[in-house]
C-alpha cells in the first residue's frame, strides 16, 4: 500500500494555510498587533474569519500527519468511517461553498474509501 492520503490531506490544510496568511494578512497583523489574547474583538468578523480560516489549515495538516502515520505504521488502509467521513466533508463543504478548496478533499476521501472497500473485498 503506497502512503499518499495523508500528504494529500496534509497538502490541503498547507495550501488553505498559504491561502489564509495572502487573503488574511492584515487581519492576523492586527490580531497579533492586539496581543492575541482576546485580540478577535466583539465587532471585527474579519479578524473571527481570519483566525478560524487559518485553525482550519492547521487542524487539517495535523489531521494530515495523524492519517499519515497510521497508514506509515500500521500499514492496513484506513478505517472505512475515516474516508466516508472526509467524503462527507468535502459534500456538505463544496455544497456551502462552491468555491472552494473543499474540492480537493474528494481526492484523498475517495482514495481512503476505494483503498477500504478494496481490502473488505478481500
Same mark, same amino acid.
Given at each position: *500500500? /503506497?502512503?499518499?492520503?495523508?500528504?494529500?490531506?496534509?497538502?490541503?490544510?498547507?495550501?488553505?494555510?498559504? !491561502?489564509? #496568511?495572502?487573503? %488574511? /494578512?492584515? $487581519?492576523? =497583523? &492586527?490580531?497579533?498587533?492586539?496581543?492575541?489574547?482576546?485580540?478577535?474583538? &466583539? /465587532? $471585527?468578523?474579519?479578524?473571527?474569519?481570519?483566525?478560524?480560516?487559518? %485553525? +482550519?489549515?492547521?487542524?487539517?495538516?495535523?489531521?494530515?500527519? !495523524?492519517? &499519515?502515520?497510521? $497508514?506509515?505504521?500500521? =500499514?492496513?488502509?484506513?478505517?472505512?468511517?475515516?474516508?466516508?467521513?472526509?467524503?462527507?466533508?468535502?459534500?456538505?463543504?463544496? +455544497? *456551502?461553498?462552491?468555491?472552494?478548496? %473543499?474540492?480537493?478533499? #474528494?481526492?484523498? +476521501?475517495?482514495?481512503?474509501?476505494?483503498? @477500504? =472497500? +478494496?481490502?473488505?473485498? @478481500?
Amino acid at each position: *500500500m /503506497r502512503r499518499w492520503i495523508g500528504w494529500s490531506v496534509i497538502a490541503v490544510g498547507l495550501i488553505h494555510l498559504f !491561502l489564509g #496568511f495572502l487573503l %488574511f /494578512r492584515n $487581519e492576523l =497583523r &492586527d490580531i497579533v498587533a492586539a496581543g492575541l489574547v482576546n485580540s478577535l474583538g &466583539d /465587532r $471585527e468578523p474579519h479578524r473571527y474569519l481570519a483566525f478560524w480560516f487559518t %485553525f +482550519a489549515g492547521i487542524v487539517t495538516v495535523l489531521l494530515g500527519y !495523524l492519517i &499519515d502515520w497510521v $497508514e506509515h505504521v500500521v =500499514r492496513r488502509p484506513l478505517p472505512a468511517g475515516v474516508g466516508w467521513s472526509l467524503l462527507a466533508m468535502a459534500i456538505v463543504g463544496a +455544497a *456551502m461553498s462552491p468555491v472552494s478548496g %473543499f474540492w480537493l478533499l #474528494f481526492i484523498p +476521501a475517495l482514495g481512503a474509501v476505494a483503498q @477500504s =472497500r +478494496a481490502t473488505a473485498g @478481500s
